[in-house]
Nanobody
Framework: QVQLVESGGGSVQAGGSLRLSCAAS????????MGWFRQAPGKEREGVAQ???????TYADSVKGRFTISRDHAKNILYLQMNSLNPEDAATYYC?????????????????????WGQGTQVTVSS
């Protein structure tokens, strides 16, 4: 039984920071491509950040230099540290992963087709 549970979302003023967490059970996050998507109302889900089993990370251009994806292997938790948030970052954030994918693709396509998804955690940013 695989579950991914996100937490850490909330409301923050522009320029502020949040750290999202994705706690995994029945699934070892260190072995696979793991990452984060976000979806704003009326928009398509987009890839934000991902990390493969070797620790190689990629980011959407819109968040480079502001967001950092990381893992705690011992606790089996995936994190997304978000700094310098702006209103365009407001969305529901989802973590995703798949035992079929030890490595990611640069365009987030493989991650988009993940078998396992969290329930989402909402981020709002006020100006």
């Amino acid at each position: 039984q695989v579950q991914l549970v996100e937490s850490g979302g909330g409301s923050v003023q522009a320029g502020g920071s949040l750290r999202l967490s994705c706690a995994a059970s029945g699934f070892t996050i260190s072995s696979y491509c793991m990452g984060w998507f976000r979806q704003a109302p009326g928009k398509e889900r987009e890839g934000v950040a991902q990390v493969d089993r070797n620790g190689y990370t990629t980011y959407a251009d819109s968040v480079k230099g502001r967001f950092t994806i990381s893992r705690d292997h011992a606790k089996n938790i995936l994190y997304l540290q978000m700094n310098s948030l702006n209103p365009e970052d407001a969305a529901t954030y989802y973590c995703a992963g798949d035992y079929r994918r030890p490595y990611c693709s640069g365009d987030f396509i493989l991650l988009f087709g993940s078998r396992y998804w969290g329930q989402g955690t909402q981020v709002t940013v006020s100006s």
